[in-house]
């Protein structure tokens, strides 16, 4: 891949799969909906349709919390370590 790259036979951004966050949140509402326990506790489409990108995020962290999987992309968080 990498003499290929170098080659320009194929382009460093195909390596990587364009989400956006508002795409993931919204599966992760729509798996919420498909939950037959969470559901009971979702938002209804109307109300989640005019919540703010940091509320809808908030509920997804949590839904992540209670299912112990991940649905949305996070960037690790860069550690600086003492020499």
Excluded: G
């Excluded at 790259?5 to 949140?25: L, R």
């Excluded at 939950?35 to 109307?46: R, Y």
């Amino acid at each position: 891949m990498q003499v290929r790259t170098m080659a320009e036979q194929i382009h460093v951004n195909e390596f990587f799969c364009e989400t956006k966050v508002e795409q993931e949140i919204d599966q992760a509402y729509q798996r919420m909906l498909e939950d037959s326990l969470w559901c009971t506790f979702a938002i209804p489409l109307e109300q989640w349709t005019s919540m703010t990108l940091e509320a809808k995020r908030l509920i997804v962290l949590l839904y992540e919390r209670v299912k112990h999987e991940d649905f949305l992309t996070k960037a690790i968080p860069f550690r600086v370590v003492d020499a």
